[in-house]
């Protein structure tokens, strides 16, 4: 491997063509053995202004991540919910595995045998468990919003489903399933809301037309507002994922 001004490149017998590796720290090239350095500076030159807005990408998401997300989860770690942080207690237990609950609180019950474990390990089985809550809450907050708001509209979905969507907050298919994306449950719950209220009109309004905001306008006045909020505040948590 040598160094190449801003890249390193690193020759591979495997590699039929160059491709170009970024991360938030460095940039590397992997190029077929016998390709001509010439031609991998020049490739890379080609390639200066998606490196760039990838790499811009990549340090985004790690900063949204850890702004979402603690480094560790330990005693006292502030964690999101519902547009709010809560410092989080740990509680060793008889249960079988992590459990989360939340009463104006975050409380983590963790199995005794846990204690063994050092500090890094716990930290991650705590974050998986974490996640796996909160999308078992997006869901129960999804399908209060649909029960209420459904029987208004007379608009009723074939299924509801919470997914992770890198690109979308919500979607209705063709057949009303409507899929939401899990990350709402960080937002303030007016959003969430706003988001179903949205996905459900699409039963009756294939289209972003004056009818279909008219529809949403009759049970979400506020909607503008909280379009707002996802414009602004949307794509750190779409970056987290």
């Not at 080609?46 to 790499?55: A, D, G, P």
């Not at 963790?110 to 050092?118: H, L």
């Not at 909020?229 to 779409?238: A, E, M």
């Amino acid at each position: 491997m040598s160094e190449q001004e801003n890249f390193t490149i690193r020759r591979s017998r495997r590699a039929k063509r160059a491709r170009i590796v970024v991360t938030a720290e460095k940039v590397e090239l992997v190029a077929p053995v016998m390709m001509p350095e010439k031609l991998l500076r020049q490739f890379v030159a080609n390639k200066q202004q998606w490196i760039s807005e990838t790499q811009k990408k990549i340090r985004k998401k790690t900063s949204a991540s850890k702004l979402l997300f603690p480094k560790l989860y330990a005693q006292g770690s502030r964690l999101l919910y519902l547009d709010k942080y809560y410092a989080l207690t740990l509680k060793f237990t008889a249960h079988k595995q992590i459990e989360f609950k939340f009463n104006q609180a975050l409380l983590a019950n963790i199995p005794k045998d846990f204690q063994q474990y050092d500090a890094k390990s716990l930290s991650d089985l705590l974050h998986a468990a974490y996640i796996d809550w909160l999308k078992q809450q997006a869901l129960q907050k999804v399908m209060a919003a649909v029960d209420i708001y459904s029987p208004l509209y007379q608009l009723h979905a074939k299924s509801i489903r919470v997914r992770a969507q890198k690109s979308r907050w919500g979607s209705c298919g063709v057949h009303n399933d409507i899929y939401m994306n899990w990350l709402l449950i960080l937002a303030p719950i007016e959003v969430l809301d706003y988001v179903v209220i949205h996905e459900i009109c699409h039963i009756a309004q294939r289209n972003h037309s004056a009818k279909f905001w008219d529809l949403v306008a009759l049970h979400c006045p506020s909607y503008k507002k909280h379009r707002l909020w996802l414009k602004q505040h949307g794509t750190n948590l779409i970056l987290s994922l």
